[in-house]
């Protein structure tokens, strides 16, 4: 009788340690050593980017899996679908997929329009209700008569349309962007301007177009997201 009870106190006494043990190790282990790469990978694979984002800065073992190209590709490829335009910065081939994700999410939010945001995207252009009458009634958009009237920039300063454009007239016309700044490098005036006509202030959409408006006119950058080598500035621009 004594023989059995030592023993189930004996048995009894191990236990307990094995639960502590176990409650000391469900505290204590690395989640990446007791699963593997292989499964967090799986597991990261249901998180959205930004707390995969924030996995890579819980250590380097974390890091390792929550960097990896294969779980950004799609991401990445989720975030620029049905994306206006694709950044020329994305094309970086040396670039992680995580360090893309990271820069396309920056320059979507862009509102600093570059020569080569406005030379790589063919423009729509209509009059707003303050334009006269006279210049609403040339706009096939405006009557309804037609697609909007089109506006390109080109690399070395000049300004077009399309051929028989009723608006245009073959007048020359020029372009400039003017961005002015106050301290610490944050901006306070940026616009476009064509020849001496009012300003137009640049603004940025969701699905990351861009629009330049005054109270006269408008233009709205046409999507482009299939053109070959993508468009913008191939280095970041803030």
């Known amino acids: ?12 006494a191990e236990e307990r340690d094995r639960r502590k043990r176990g409650r000391r190790w469900r505290r204590g282990s690395d989640p990446v050593e007791a699963l593997g790469e292989g499964v967090m990978g799986l597991v990261m694979e249901l998180l959205d980017a930004r ?23 799609p991401k990445c490829a989720e975030l620029m679908a049905g994306k206006a335009h694709i950044p020329r910065l994305t094309m970086i081939r040396t670039a992680s997929k995580l360090s893309t994700y990271s820069m396309a999410i920056m320059d979507g939010k ?12 063919a423009w729509e252009y209509c009059f707003t209700i303050a334009a ?3 210049w609403r009634n040339l706009d ?5 008569t037609g ?3 089109r506006r390109y920039f080109h690399q070395d300063g000049y ?4 051929p028989h454009d009723a608006v245009w007239g073959g007048h020359e016309c020029e372009y400039t962007i003017m961005t002015s700044f106050v301290g610490d490098g944050k901006i306070r005036d940026h616009y476009v301007r064509i020849n001496q ?10 699905d990351w177009s861009w629009e330049l408006s005054n109270h006269l006119y408008r233009y709205n950058s046409i999507p482009d997201a299939e053109k070959k080598g993508c468009t913008g500035p191939l280095l970041p621009v803030w």
Do not use: F, Q
């Not at 096939?140 to 309804?144: A, D, E, R, V, Y």
């Not at 006509?197 to 969701?206: L, N």
């Open 159 to 162: 300004h077009s349309a399309e």
């Open 51 to 73: 707390s995969v984002a924030r996995c890579t800065a819980v250590s380097r073992a974390w890091y390792g899996v929550a960097a990896d190209n294969r779980l950004w590709a």
């Open 1 to 12: 009788m004594a023989d059995r009870k030592l023993a189930r106190a004996e048995a009894e």
């Open 147 to 149: 697609p909007p009237m």
């Open 110 to 121: 862009r509102n600093r329009i570059t020569k080569e945001d406005l030379c790589d995207h």
């Open 140 to 144: 096939p958009s405006w009557k309804h």
């Open 132 to 134: 006269p009458e006279y």
């Open 197 to 206: 006509w009012p300003p137009m202030k640049v603004s940025r959409k969701d």
